[in-house]
């Protein structure tokens, strides 16, 4: 193998990159099927995510930047609606749609920080929402309660995934500390209808 580490490095990320843009992956599963597609070792040092965040907003900005843009505003406006819906829990939004890579293949999620863990549960049953429960890792590794459902975004004209990861109260200082490329994390209603307005400007 010619190609020395750090090209290998660049090379998966790009390759990881066109799987989130195109299929909406995870960063992580994004990375462990580019190793796979490109027949590489399995302990293969994978990119970090600060090089495949990187390698994704140059897959947007040369093959999809305006498609993307139209998106990206009809994900993150309906993620507002759910925040709206579920604002007694005080929703915060993250992942792809807060960042701003976010495509139609994206899937949206949603933190909430309560009181009582299982009150999300029981306002979804109460408004005959259909979910499926389930575990994710949370920011600090460990299990966090996921609650999924099903929602039509009929900007894009098809179904979309939201996952409502359930916190206790006081976890929510911890959620909004920066993140290893010194940004917010996630954001609140407000600061997501801030974002909508911005790209609305900028795309004026």
Partial sequence: MNASRDEITLEIAAVAA???VEDGLEYAAAKRRAVKQMGLPARTPLPDNA??????????A???????????RALRELALVWMERLQTFRPHVG??????????????????FCDDPKAPEWTLLDHRVEYHPGTVNGWRGEPVEALTLRTRCEALSQWT???L???GHD????ALRPDAQGRKPRGDAASLRHLISQAGEEGA
């Avoid at 090089?51 to 947007?60: G, S």
């Avoid at 992942?95 to 909430?112: E, F």
């Avoid at 976890?171 to 911890?174: Q, V, Y």
């Fill in 18 to 20: 066109r799987l989130v």
């Fill in 51 to 60: 090089v495949l965040d990187a390698a994704v907003r140059e897959d947007i």
């Fill in 62 to 72: 040369v093959f999809c930047p305006e498609s993307q843009a139209v998106e990206l």
């Fill in 95 to 112: 992942g792809a749609v807060w960042h701003g890579t976010a495509t139609r293949h994206s899937d949206i999620y949603l933190q909430l």
């Fill in 161 to 163: 995934l939201v996952h």
């Fill in 165 to 167: 990861m359930v916190h």
């Fill in 171 to 174: 976890d929510l200082r911890g």
